[in-house]
């Protein structure tokens, strides 16, 4: 797995602004090697929706020799460092962002005295992406035709000389959104919120990429990769290029709700406000609110991809092949579709907790054969407190369970480096220094027993249909809070729940609806399980129904929870349960059996061994570290029987374990059990 950082190396003590990251500096290179790392997430270049001119800025601009003195050099140069040092660096690309920011400039407008924060000094006046579309600033920036020779031209034909008006989101009133999430409270600047189904916001987002490739990053981020689904949260989007989209989309469908209407001039806003609905309120039961999803699903699957395949086009075109990657958020189904476009899947976890193994078994299931990289996520969750405990010297079991938890369970957390803390919070997280190195270095030391193929033996389907709503009503307010309606009871978050307390390793396996992502299950992806679970599964697909059929008919047991599909085959095979009744959701027992409280995770390591993966989340509050488990019995299910168990601790000690069995089982007692501990079970020396 890759070891990522999140890399936006924004000031302490100061707001994160969006979207310029701060001036990057040859140390960040030494830091970054002691954290062992391979891959740079939210890394550079992210200036360019403010301007082109200013991106080449970030990415090329001179550096005066005050700056040389303490090693600050440019985005290109900072890559080249890394690339010495083998740390691949990825161009960010903020999507939804289109910024004006204030300005005091001198008066013949040939230098920028003061830029977002202000000093009172020179001419007072705006730059942003609307000064940039209408060459504003001969005299600081190139024209917009030295990057568009043929200008840009919108999908009326018309030419564009203001990204914003032409690119913006739009409410049900036609008002412009902004993206409050990056918005500070305190400044004057302004986001608006963009919109990639507008073609010429593609256009300009290529030119981004080119340039952030020319730059020498290894790859591509897009973030906000859903755009423009996130606006759903400020009742958009409206705009003449969602209304043309949405329009083409029904012709093909007719649902019968526009029985009689006139297709060719539907407008889905002033149908919806002739009715009463503002697309805000009670969004869910709106008219036609389906196939709107529905549309923007598999519109964001059709714009992600095109600007996927021209970075690649462009990266070859270069010489090279990218890493091509987005801002999956947390992974919701939306998602889905746009998986098969990337090589790393990066989630920003909605919320961050202490404890979360059954969200990263999600996590594992979703990204599938490949890497991902998960970043914290200051809104909603425990970041806040963490960086003020560390800033006392105090949560080091914490942040050190924050990227065990991770690996253990099939994923990679990556290490803070000045990264996000909202639009309200004036910080950045950064860990300390000695902790981020002691951790990542015990993961890179031990990789050979971190692997994403599991033995578990139990799967718990996670079915996209079934849980949309529940879910859609659990986590229904804004990106700003990421509050949980915790009333809501969605029964798959239960089943994962409930198993991941009791130390039961399980596996997930993710259903779409085959419309807005294709329906990929199998009797195959389910035929190595002894166990299948269906949460509330009361939506079936006919390819899923084939696939529960064939992993019956193999031998295979199926528990159901809640609601029940009336497609699920009749056999003797199926069963049902309570979703927090765990006897009744594992009709042949326990895989891991142990008299403590820890999650557990079963891999499948490249020769043949299985490590047992455990995280001890016993944390004391008093004392300020995680307790030690001590003469903690272990009886372990393994598809192998094994000749040798060794137990490894987060401090790197190895230590033989008499191993006894009993059938198929296998039977340890570790005398300790700390943060972290693998216990791998193996033939031979130990790998």
């Known amino acids: 797995m890759h070891r990522g950082v999140y890399f936006d190396a924004w000031f302490p003590r100061q707001h994160c602004y969006h979207p310029s990251l701060p001036p990057r500096r040859l140390r960040m290179v030494d830091d970054l090697v002691d954290f062992r790392a391979t891959v740079l997430v939210w890394a550079s270049m992210g200036g360019g929706s403010l301007s082109l001119p200013y991106l080449e800025q970030e990415a090329f601009g001179p550096v005066d020799a005050r700056s040389r003195f303490y090693g600050f050099v440019n985005d290109s140069e900072f890559i080249a460092a890394c690339h010495e040092r083998g740390i691949k660096v990825l161009g960010i690309v903020f999507e939804a962002q289109g910024w004006e920011f204030p300005v005091e400039l001198t008066e013949d407008e040939t230098e920028v005295l003061a830029l977002n924060e202000l000093r009172g000094v020179g001419k007072r006046d705006w730059m942003g992406l609307r000064e940039f ?27 564009v ?58 790859g591509i981020q897009l973030d906000e990769a859903e755009l423009p689904m996130g606006a759903f949260q400020y009742g958009a989007c409206f705009c003449k290029d969602c ?16 029985e009689g209407v006139d297709l060719a001039t539907f407008h889905y806003g002033d149908w919806l406000l002739a009715q009463g609905y503002d697309f805000k309120d009670g969004r869910e039961s709106t008219p036609l609110f389906g196939d709107y999803y529905a549309f923007q699903c598999l519109s964001i699957k059709k714009y992600f991809a095109e600007l996927a395949d021209y970075a690649r086009e462009y990266g070859r075109s270069l010489g090279r092949e990218i890493i091509l990657s987005g801002n999956f958020f947390n992974l919701e189904p939306m998602y889905l579709a746009l998986a098969d476009d990337v090589d790393l899947v990066i989630t920003e976890m909605r919320n961050t907790t202490y404890r979360q193994p059954e969200w990263y078994r999600y996590v594992a299931a979703f990204a599938g054969d490949k890497d991902v990289v998960v970043v914290e996520n200051p809104y909603g969750g425990v970041v806040p407190e963490l960086i003020g405990l560390l800033a006392e010297g105090r949560g080091h079991d914490l942040f050190r369970l924050s990227l065990f938890e991770a690996a253990a369970l099939g994923a990679n957390m990556s290490v803070p480096y000045g990264s996000w803390m909202g639009s309200v919070i004036e910080d950045s997280f950064y860990a300390p220094h000695g902790l981020a190195t002691e951790v990542q270095s015990f993961l890179a030391d031990h990789e050979q027993l ?72 199998s009797a195959e992806a389910l035929a190595r399980y002894s166990t299948v679970v269906l949460p509330d599964v009361h939506a079936m697909t006919q390819a899923q129904v084939v696939a529960v059929a064939g992993y019956l008919a193999a031998g295979g047991t199926v528990v159901a929870t809640d609601r029940v599909a009336k497609l699920l085959p009749k056999h003797e095979g ?58 903690v019995p272990l009886r372990v299910r393994l598809p192998k029987h094994k000749q040798h168990a060794t137990a490894v601790a987060s401090n790197g000690s190895r230590t033989p374990l008499e191993l006894t069995r009993d059938g198929d089982a296998h039977l340890v007692r570790l005398d300790e059990v700390g943060v972290y501990t693998i216990v791998v079970f193996h033939d031979g020396d130990l790998p």
Request: proline content about 6%; some cysteine; overall charge negative.
């Open 243 to 258: 209304m043309k989209g949405f329009r083409a989309h029904l012709q093909d469908r007719r649902p019968a709700e526009l």
């Open 450 to 521: 971190i692997a994403r193929p599991t033995a578990n033996e139990v799967a718990v389907v996670f079915s996209v249909e079934s849980t949309r709503e529940l879910i859609g009503k659990a986590d229904a307010s804004d990106n700003t809070t990421n509050l949980r309606d915790d009333s809501v009871v969605v029964p798959y978050r239960v089943v994962t729940r409930t198993l991941a307390d009791a130390a039961v390793p399980f596996d997930v396996v993710i259903w779409a609806d085959g419309v807005t992502a294709p329906d990929r299950a």
């Open 133 to 159: 579309s209408s060459n504003r600033y001969p005299k600081l920036w190139k024209p917009v035709e030295h990057y568009f020779p043929d200008g840009l031209v919108n999908s009326d034909g018309e030419p």
């Open 574 to 631: 199926v069963r049902t349960a309570g979703h927090a009744e765990l006897d009744e959701l594992l009709p042949h027992g326990r895989q891991v059996e142990t008299s403590v409280s820890v999650a557990s995770n079963l891999q499948q390591l490249a020769d043949g061994s299985l490590a047992l993966h455990l995280v001890n989340y016993d944390y004391d509050r008093d004392a300020d570290a995680v307790r030690t488990l001590t003469d």
């Open 161 to 218: 000389t203001d990204l914003i008006e032409e690119c913006v989101v739009r409410d049900i009133h036609q008002q412009p959104c902004h993206a409050h999430w990056v918005e500070c409270p305190d400044r004057e600047h302004r986001c608006y919120y963009m919109d990639r189904n507008n073609p010429v916001w593609r256009e300009y987002l290529k030119a981004v990429i080119r340039i952030q490739l020319d730059a020498g990053a290894d």
